[in-house]
């Protein structure tokens, strides 16, 4: 089902993936990346990707001392 937003991104020739640094995460932060990214797959608001290149994940911390993932 195409969206209005959907759109390709065609990478050039020349395109070489960057390389960045690689920062571990505990247990209980891998096991909430994989929670959200499984539920964001499931509600269809992002897909899998074919590019070779990675997105950044972060955590913000909010007030009452829970993460959320940013």
């Known amino acids: 089902m195409k969206k209005m ?3 390709v991104i065609k990478l050039k020739k020349e395109f070489v993936p960057r390389k960045g640094k ?4 505990s247990k209980k932060e891998r096991e909430e990346i994989y929670e959200f990214i499984d539920e964001q797959l499931r509600k269809r608001y992002i897909r899998l990707l074919k590019l070779p290149q990675l997105a ?3 955590f913000v911390e909010k007030k009452d001392s829970k993460k959320r993932i940013g």
């Open 5 to 7: 937003w959907d759109y």
């Open 22 to 25: 690689i920062y571990l995460l």
């Open 56 to 58: 950044l994940i972060f």
